[in-house]
Each structure stands twice: as C-alpha cells, then as structure tokens.
C-alpha cells in the first residue's frame, strides 16, 4: 500500500472514531450548572463505584466460570461437542434476555419463591433483584468469551512442559503458575478486557435489577433531567474508563506473550484426581442449569403457543434484522480491515487500535447520538431523512465504532500467529503489492475477517439502543420487538422474537466453526 | 374522448391525493397500530410512524428544527409534552371541538398539545393483607404503620417523577421531600422495573400496598378476572386533591406542513370510534366521560374516581425539580 493511501485512510479512521467523540465532549460543556451539581453531590461516586463493582464482579465470575468450562470440556472428552454448543447457546442470548427470565423464576411471584413461601412462610422469601444476580447473570452471558479466547490459546502441545516441571520437584500449582498461566493469560486477559467493557457499557441488566450504574444515570440524566450535556458529561467519564481498561490490559500483556504462537495445554494435566474432575463438571453443571437452562426452558415454554407464531411479524422482524446485520457487518469490517492493512507492522497501530477499543464500551445511545451529532454538524444537515440510506450509515458508522475492535483483535491475534519472515519474503518475490494481496495476505487473513465479520454480525443482531434510535426505514429488528413487549410484561410475545433471535444469533455462530467457508490457500497456508 | 381522458388521469392520480402525515411518537407500536390503522380506513390518508424514546426524539426534532418531516408528536407524560412546547417544538392550534372534547386541565393553554388518554396513578392493595379502610392518600403511604409493607417502581420512571412533580406543587417542596423520605423508609422490597412485577409481589410477596398505573392491574384482571390484588384511588373526598392524572398526548409540530390535516387527526383521536378503540387497547380512562356506558367492563370495576385539578404542564415544568428531590432522598 503505497504511503499517500495509507496516511489517507489513517486519516479517515481517526476523522471517523473521533469525531462523533469530539461533539459528544464539545456538548458536555453546555451542562447546566444546576444539574451538573446535583449530579456531583449525589449520582457521580455512587453510579462511578456501582460501575466498578459492576464491571469488575462480572468480569470475575466470566473469567472464572470460561475456564471452567474450557477446562471441563478438555477433560471431558464427551463434552468437547456439547459444550461449544452449549456456550455459543450463551453467546447467542443477550443478557437483558437472560436477566428477564431469571428474574420471572426468581421473583416474588415466580415458582422459586411461590414455592418456599408456601412451606416456609415469608421469612423465606429473598430480594432478586440484587447485586450477585446482577453480576451472575452477566457474567455467565459473557463467559463464552473467555471460553472461545482460551480455546484459541489451548492448541499445541505443552503437557510434556507442565509434566517436566513436576518430575523437577515444581508443586502443582507452581507449575500452574509458572507453565500454564503465562501461557493462557494473554488468552484470558483479551477475554476479560471485553467483558469489562462490555460491564461498562451494559444498561439492559443494570436497569432490571436495579443497580445505579454510569450507563443508567446517563440515561436518567438525558430523559428525566432533560440534559443532554450532563449526558454527554458523564459518558466522557464512562470513555476515560473504558481507556483505563485498554491502557491496562495493553500494558498487563507482558513482552514474551507478545510472541507466543499457537501453545497448547492438555488440561487432563489440571485434573490430578477424578473427585476434582467430579466437582468441576457438577459445579459447572450446576451454574449452568440453574442460571441458564432452566430460564431457557422457560423460554420455550413461553413460545410453545402455536396461535402467536401465526399473528406475530416475526419473519419480517428476521427479515430485516439480517438485512441491518449483513449491511453493517460489512460496513464495519470492510472499514475495520482497510485500516488495520493501513497501520499493520507499524507503530501506527495503536493510534486506531486504541479509540476502537475505548469506544467499545460506550453505551450504543450515545455513540447514536454523537453519529447524529456528527452527522448534523459535519455535514451541514437539517434533519435527518427518514429512508433507508443516510440512518443506516449513520448506524453503521456506530456499529464500526462499537463493534470494530472486535475484528480488530482478530486480526491483531491471527497477523501475531504468522511469522513476519513470511511477508519479507513474499514482498520481495511478489511481481506487485496486488499480487502478494490476492495470493498471501488475503488468505492469510480470511480466517480473521470471516470470524470477525460473523461475530459482529451476532452483535449487531443483539444490539437496541443506537438501532432504536436510528431505525433505518423505520424497521423493527427481533431486538427492538423483544424490548418493546418485555417492557410491558408481555413475556410470551417476547419469548417469540427472544427465541428467533437466539436462533439466528446460534447459526451464525456454527458458521464460524464450518471450515468450507475458508478459501482453499488459506488451509493450505496454515496446514 | 376528451372527458374519458380527463377521467382516466383523475383515476390514477386519485391515490396521490391521499396525503402522508408522519408522526413521531414514543409509544409502543403494538399500542399504537390499531388506531393508525382505523385512522387510514377512516380518512384515506397515511400515516407513517418514527418510533423512538423520549429523550432522543425530542433531541432529534430539535436538531432537524424547521426541517423536519414531523407533522405530529405523541408521547406519553405530559411532562414529556411540556418539554418539547418549551423547547419550542409544538404549534398553537386552535380548535373549537378540541376545545369542547379535552378538559383544560388536559391540554396546553396555548393548544400546543392535547391528552388522548388518561392514566391514573392508584394505590393497589391485597385485600387479605390490608382493609381498604386504612388506606386514604398518598402522603398517608410514609406514615409508620405502612413500615416494611410498601412497594414502589424506579424513581426512573416518568409515572413517579410527574407524581412528585404534582406534589411538589399541592404541597411544597419540603412536605414533598419528607414525604417522598417516608416512602423511601418504607419500602418492603427493593425497587421494581416495572409495574406488572411491583402488583405480583403484593399479590404474592412482601408488599401490601403500592402505587401503579391502573391499565397494568386492569391487564392482569383482563386475564383473569378473580385476580386478587385490587385498586384504590387515593386522595377523594370533599377538600381532596383527587388522584393523579397523567395522560398520553399529541401536539402538531412546528415545522409541519400539513398542519390543517394534522390538527384534523387529532380531532378524529378524541372523538367516539378512537377514544375507544384506544381506551380498549390498553385499558387507559378516555378522556372524555361522554363514553361511560362504553367503557371497557375491566374499567367500570376500577369504579369512578375524582381527578386532581392541577393543569399537566406543571408536571413537566416542575419534573427536573421532582427527580433532584427524589434523588436527593434516596429513591433509586
């Protein structure tokens, strides 16, 4: 790529992160004094401390509870196939779904309760809505993402390491340390940074059970306090988070991960005992029936009525959720790749990787909104048209900056696996730079962009705010139709979408693992 | 010739003279469907909906100004409508049957916006639990004996905001705050997102009392009409301030161009075949009292009521305010 195009695209990628950013912060200076303080004296610190807890308890109980069941699936060779299922199953669900199926089991009314207090009387009942549901419930919706990051790390051979620091008199969980975790712990780190964020961002659980989150008072603040700039104020607090985290997480990674290749751990190694292995599979077996199979379940009997499957839209709903899926996809991977082949093996990678990644904790409102900012100041409009065209680039334009980082790290990561003597060579045999993209980098790096492109395709399907917000045509995706019947209790009409989207969510997720969609070079490059 | 000509263009230009209204409203579209649709068959035109939230439509029509495609705006909570009048958003219009159909204390004093519905904040109780006869206001629910036994939604939601709004205004801004403290003091169980879950726990859980819209209980009596949790309106009686009245509304807006077919619209939505096919919907009061013989049967065990008084401006004027004391005090 020649350097006047590379400078060219930099310029656009940072033109684009930035400048919804920079309206977002230039309208945080029109807050009014009276609400700013009101804010400062009582909202702040709480909604800033709920948010760390928040973040943090969810991010934890993710991190502990993937590699649980990454090591069960390891030692359990039956569920090799059943767990990638069952946690893809998890991925697919969004957590706001989960949330309200919990808590319809949990809840006063619910059969849990209605149970105990018929035996035990009132003194029985528990408060639902509390914080450890909270941070259960998310964290076990986003545990397949260290799930599926340690299943990248876990390739490879290195038992024979792990053994050989035993027989040399290591303990066991010394060779743990020592072997196994500088190994999985940049897996695991990557993992963790994207539940953080995505913590930070959440508003669908934090509302429903009642925890005074910055997303929440962000809300309340533009809705109730009818202040957009206090609004924008304190989702200028909510990015400098997100920042720490990726500043964090960049600078947790220690040198020598940077260089590991594909590493493999034979995690039957973990399991010194079967009584381990027994309590591992009955602790992971219990979580997941009761935080996630038994709401399934009530899912499914929610939807078991013929009569709504025939009056619902629900075909359009799909229709047009994998119309704005696909259009978007490819609009934020295209954009995501074209850069990251701009700033690849030079120092400008950080420029972009770095706001793409603090962006993807932002709320989806306000990255909707700063693209409406955006759009209105940059481009001189006056209103914002009501077809198909302008608020499906503009919502593309959030999707690129909500989800871009996660193809951004899937490149990053495949780019990492191949050795850089590879394109040295390449470049100097090539006849011309379009050549050594079509025959090297391009199949090298499908694996990447397909993978990436499918994971914000699942997103993009699960996402509300910004879509409600800036509806393309005046479209309704399964996300927006759940929202709109759960908020008014009508669980059984949104069981109907909530389960399509499930589906739809899990399909897409089984083409990441069909290997006919990879290109025949890049097989071979790998093999 | 001539005239089959003429008559053949007039054929096909007929569909064009079906003009569009485009309306933006934050209602729940499967609410609002069925009266666009009843308006289409009645009157020929189309109506094409933007649906959103409260705060990024009004940001949205503010931000297109005198650009914008909008010819109506319906929401719910006058504090909403208020909000986008202050802003400027909303044209005057003046209609003698509007006028006739739409108490004053419903709509705008300059016409700005006009209510469709009425919502009524009650008190709901369990009749095993409590007798009726304790109940009486809602500043009587911060009292002692009501320790450990009230339920409440989200101070988040615009209902309790436009509620205290309301107080703050009957009562003051520091009777509101001990008040609104007392509430908080006797909350049995945390907060509730909703109304449909705070009316399952009084019916079984650890709430006795609670304050919720009437169209949520009358949706669960619908269903099940020996439902057990039943409805009080607070504050009758001679001297009384009446129960709290918010309504769902609509305003033609300033920049439309068809402001004579959007004003007639609104004038179709509170007259007889609208006011009960939305009353039916979603089980709201109508707003005018010439339908009580039509009035849903779920509505009629609700019983009459005697309404507040205050005009709704004041809930949106006065909704910054409620919510910095709710706050304030606590209520999450």
Redesign the interface.
């Known amino acids: 790529m020649s350097s006047g195009v590379r400078l060219f695209l930099i310029s656009a990628g940072l033109f684009l992160l930035l400048g919804p950013l920079f309206f977002l912060a230039q309208t945080s200076f029109r807050v009014e004094a009276?609400?700013w303080d009101?804010l400062r004296a009582?909202?702040l610190w709480p909604s800033l401390i709920a948010t760390l807890i928040f973040a943090a308890g969810s991010t934890l109980w993710a991190l502990f509870f993937g590699c649980l069941m990454a090591l069960v699936s390891w030692r359990l060779p039956f569920f090799r196939l059943i767990l990638p299922l069952l946690m893809g199953a998890l991925f697919a669900v969004p957590p706001y779904v989960l949330g309200f199926l919990s808590?319809s089991l949990l809840?006063?009314?619910g059969p849990v309760?209605?149970t105990l207090?018929r035996f035990f009387g009132?003194q029985a009942?528990f408060?639902p809505?509390?914080w450890p549901w909270a941070i259960f419930i998310f964290g076990l919706t986003s545990s397949p993402y260290l799930y599926f990051s340690l299943q990248v790390g876990l390739r490879g051979e290195v038992r024979p390491l792990l053994e050989a620091g035993l027989s040399l008199g290591d303990s066991f969980a010394r060779s743990l340390r020592r072997i196994l975790w500088p190994r999985l712990s940049l897996w695991a780190l990557g993992g963790a940074s994207l539940v953080f964020l995505e913590a930070l961002a959440d508003f669908g659980v934090a509302?429903?059970f009642?925890i005074?989150t910055l997303s929440?008072e962000i809300?309340?603040t533009?809705?109730?306090?009818?202040s957009?700039g206090g609004?924008a104020r304190l989702s200028l607090l909510l990015l400098a988070l997100c920042l720490a985290t990726v500043v964090l997480t960049q600078f947790l990674k220690t040198p020598q991960d940077e260089d590991q290749k594909q590493v493999a751990v034979d995690l039957s190694s973990l399991f010194p005992n079967s009584k381990f292995s027994a309590a591992a599979l009955g602790l992971a077996g219990g979580v997941f029936l009761l935080l996630a199979l038994i709401p399934l379940l009530q899912l499914f009997l929610w939807a078991a009525k013929p009569q709504l499957w025939l009056e619902l839209p629900w075909p359009q709903a799909l229709f047009q959720t994998l119309l704005i899926g696909v259009l978007g996809s490819v609009f934020t991977c295209s954009l995501v790749f074209l850069l990251f082949m701009a700033v690849w093996r030079r120092r400008s990678e950080r420029l972009l990787g770095l706001p793409l990644s603090a962006t993807y904790g932002l709320p989806g409102?306000l990255l909707?909104?700063s693209s409406?900012?955006f759009f209105?100041q940059i481009g001189g409009w006056?209103?914002?048209p009501?077809g198909w065209i302008v608020p499906m680039l503009l919502l593309s334009l959030v999707f690129f900056l909500k989800f871009g980082s996660l193809l951004w790290r899937g490149l990053l990561s495949q780019s990492a696996q191949l050795p850089s003597s590879l394109f040295e060579s390449a470049e100097l045999l090539s006849p011309g730079p379009l050549q050594m993209w079509r025959k090297i980098t391009w199949p090298l790096m499908f694996p990447a962009l397909r993978l990436g492109f499918l994971l914000v395709l699942i997103e993009i399907m699960k996402e509300l705010p910004a879509t409600?917000?800036l509806?393309p045509g005046?479209t309704?995706t399964l996300a927006l139709r759940v929202h709109?019947?759960a908020?008014?209790?009508e669980w059984d009409?949104a069981s109907v979408y909530a389960l399509v989207l499930i589906c739809a969510s899990l399909i897409c997720l089984l083409l990441t693992r069909l290997h006919f969609l990879r290109p025949k070079e890049a097989l071979d490059a790998r093999t | 010739m001539k005239i089959r000509y003429i008559l053949a263009c007039l054929f096909f230009a007929l569909p064009s003279f079906a003009a569009e209204l485009?309306l933006y409203s934050t209602r729940?579209?499967?609410l609002l469907e069925p009266l666009l649709k009843a308006y289409e068959e009645h009157s020929g035109h189309r109506l094409?909906?933007?649906?959103?939230?409260?705060?990024?439509l009004?940001?949205?029509l503010k931000?297109?100004?005198?650009?914008?495609?909008a010819d109506l705006f319906m929401v719910v909570d006058a504090g909403n409508l208020w909000?986008a009048s202050d802003l400027g958003l909303l044209a005057p219009i003046k209609s003698k049957s509007l006028e006739a159909a739409v108490p004053a204390s419903l709509r705008d004093p300059q016409g700005q916006w006009f209510a469709l519905t009425r919502r009524v904040r009650g008190i709901v109780y369990h009749p095993k639990k409590v007798d009726p006869k304790e109940l009486s206001t809602y500043e009587d629910l911060a009292s002692a004996k009501w320790k450990g036994k009230l339920c409440l939604r989200?101070s988040?939601k615009?209902y309790n905001?436009s509620l205290v709004a309301m107080m703050i205004e009957r009562l003051g801004t520091d009777k509101t705050r001990a008040v609104v403290k007392g509430w908080v003091d006797n909350l049995g169980?945390?907060?509730?997102?909703?109304d449909?879950?705070l009316i399952?726990?009084i019916?079984?859980?650890?709430?006795h009392v609670g304050l919720v819209n009437s169209y949520?209980l009358g949706r669960l009596i619908a269903d099940n009409p020996q439902y057990p949790v039943k409805m009080f309106w607070p504050n009758q009686g001679t001297g009384a301030s009446g129960a709290h009245v918010n309504i769902s509304g609509v305003g033609v807006t300033r920049s439309s161009q068809k402001k004579a077919l959007a004003q007639s619209f609104i004038e179709w939505s509170v007259g007889p075949q609208a006011q009960k096919i939305l009353s039916d919907i979603n089980l709201e009061f109508p707003i005018t009292t010439n339908l009580v013989n039509e009035l849903n049967p779920t509505l009629k065990t609700f019983g009459d009521f005697q309404p507040e008084n205050f005009n709704l401006a004041i809930a949106g004027r006065r909704?910054?305010e409620a919510?910095?004391l709710m706050?304030?005090v606590g209520y999450?």
């Open positions: 009276e609400v009101h009582h909202t808590l809840d006063y009314s309760q209605r207090h009132e009942l408060e809505r509390s509302d429903l009642g005074s929440r809300f309340q533009w809705g109730s306090l009818f957009l609004a409102s909707g909104l409406l900012l209105f006056e209103q914002l009501s409600l917000m509806r005046g309704s709109q019947f908020s008014e209790s009409r | 485009v729940k579209e499967q094409k909906v933007v649906y959103d939230s409260e705060g990024p009004l940001e949205r931000r297109e100004g005198s650009k914008s495609p909000k989200s988040s615009v905001q169980a945390k907060v509730f997102s909703d449909t879950s399952k726990a019916e079984s859980g650890p709430c949520y909704q910054r919510v910095i706050e304030t999450q």
